[in-house]
């Protein structure tokens, strides 16, 4: 398995642009979240998944849309990109087990906008 | 409305000496508690949470409801633990606190 994938690992934009950022996973997971991170607020979620065709919004959404056609993929849209959303992307996938509940990581993306 | 809350950004100790990384929370239900690890430039990692009370890497960490605390702690500090930590709480979703970089001198 590949686990949680992320596309791509770079990218630098102008303001005003617009991009997607990838996310997929190969485990079948019914959750997928992505987060920011940005030194000293941690991460913060931004939007999130329980399934296929179902997501919401997390503590920090504007700004970004997100869509899941599929289980596996679970894409970020920046529809105008803003200095303010340079940061580094994580995104995740999870499931409750048995065991609880387990979240996975990607390798993130690291998104300058200048 | 679930929150969590790491006091402590920087936290320096070392080697061999040891170490305590706090986790307070705000959830008015059952919490389920995790702490993730990020080593330098890496994804986040988990490693461990409340619900399995298991040792990892020689890390536990106890849930107090009482206190609402989910504090980390390691016995005796290696330099491969320099990292970033952070404590997670999750209800629906997913909400982190802001982290500690822990750095452990030799």
């Known amino acids: 398995n590949a686990g949680v994938t992320q596309t791509p690992k770079f990218q630098v934009l102008k303001t005003g642009q617009s991009m997607t950022l990838q996310c997929a996973q190969d485990?079948?997971?019914?959750?997928m979240s992505w987060y920011r991170q940005d030194p000293g607020m941690g991460l913060r979620l931004i939007h999130y998944?329980?399934?296929?065709?179902?997501?919401d919004q997390g503590e920090v959404p504007n700004g970004y849309n997100v869509s899941r056609s599929t289980t596996e993929d679970f894409p970020l849209r920046l529809l105008s990109a803003a200095p303010s959303q340079t940061s580094v992307y994580f995104c995740a996938s999870s499931f409750r087990g048995t065991g609880g509940y387990e979240q996975y990581f990607g390798p993130g993306t690291r998104l300058t906008v200048t | 409305a679930q929150r969590v809350t790491q006091p402590e950004k920087l936290l320096s100790v070392f080697k061999g000496a040891p170490v305590e990384l706090k986790c307070n929370y705000s959830y008015s239900g059952s919490p389920e508690l995790f702490w993730y690890v990020q080593y330098s430039r890496q994804r986040l990692q988990l490693l461990l949470r409340h619900i399995s009370r298991e040792s990892i890497k020689g890390f536990t960490a106890d849930l107090n409801k009482g206190e609402t605390s989910f504090h980390l702690k390691k016995p005796f500090a290696q330099e491969e633990d320099s990292a970033m930590y952070y404590c997670a709480l999750c209800n629906n979703d997913m909400r982190f606190g802001a982290g500690t970089r822990l750095t452990v001198k030799p």
């Open positions: 485990m079948n997971h019914e959750y």
């Open positions: 998944s329980v399934g296929a065709g179902i997501t």
